[in-house]
């Protein structure tokens, strides 16, 4: 019967961790940051929630933004986002932010690295599991979305694939016959420019 009650307790424990709302902060912040900001004296890392920062409304804009509704373990409102805000002296150089988005074999951690007028200076995914994660993970891949913003991203439909913006448009799939992963990253890349331009306004 012990054994029992504590089986019970111990299956508890694991349901709750498994609905636990998933963060995505870097594995090496102190080497990422250098990596990607070579000139930088350092940083400081803040936690937003779209639950503290304004509830039901803001998720409701976001989603309105982002052209699809939040679902699933990665996209509850309570999600802790990671926001890096690197600095050379007292000056803001850049930020680095990572989300998870749901991919065809698991969760993707996708990163965004901003410059200080939230333009994108490198992409990265810090987790992927996919059979063309080489080329998702290439230099060539990487390279197409530097120096976009919110704005190029802006009428994307995650839904249709569709956009109208000629920068956006032209970011090439390396596997045409994938249909999962690379939308789901060009998902995860606008949700992720939509979610920094609201972390960064509510500090003004």
């Given amino acids: 019967m012990k054994k029992f009650i504590l089986s019970l307790m111990f299956s508890a424990v694991l349901s709750a961790a498994s609905w636990a709302a998933v963060g995505c902060d870097l594995n090496d912040p102190d080497r990422d940051v250098k990596r990607f900001f070579p000139s930088s004296s350092g940083y400081k890392t803040a936690y937003f929630s779209i639950d503290k920062l304004g509830g039901e409304t803001l998720l409701k804009e976001v989603e309105q933004k982002l052209g699809d509704s939040f679902q699933g373990l990665y996209e509850t409102i309570d999600v802790p986002y990671t926001l890096y805000t690197i600095y050379k002296g007292e000056e803001i150089i850049g930020y680095i932010h990572g989300i998870n988005q749901k991919g065809r074999y698991g969760g993707l951690q996708v990163f965004l690295v901003y410059d200080e007028k939230e333009n994108i200076k490198n992409f990265y995914f810090q987790k992927l599991t996919s059979k063309k994660a080489k080329e998702l ?10 120096g976009l913003n919110l704005l190029d991203f802006q009428d994307y439909n995650p839904k249709t694939t569709e956009t109208s913006n000629p920068k956006a448009a032209t970011i090439k799939n390396p596997d045409p016959e994938d249909t999962v992963d690379f939308p789901a990253t060009l998902r995860a890349v606008k949700k992720n420019l939509i979610l ?3 972390f960064l306004a509510s500090r003004k």
């Fill in 137 to 146: 993970r290439s230099k060539e891949f990487a390279k197409q979305f530097i």
């Fill in 196 to 198: 920094v331009n609201i």
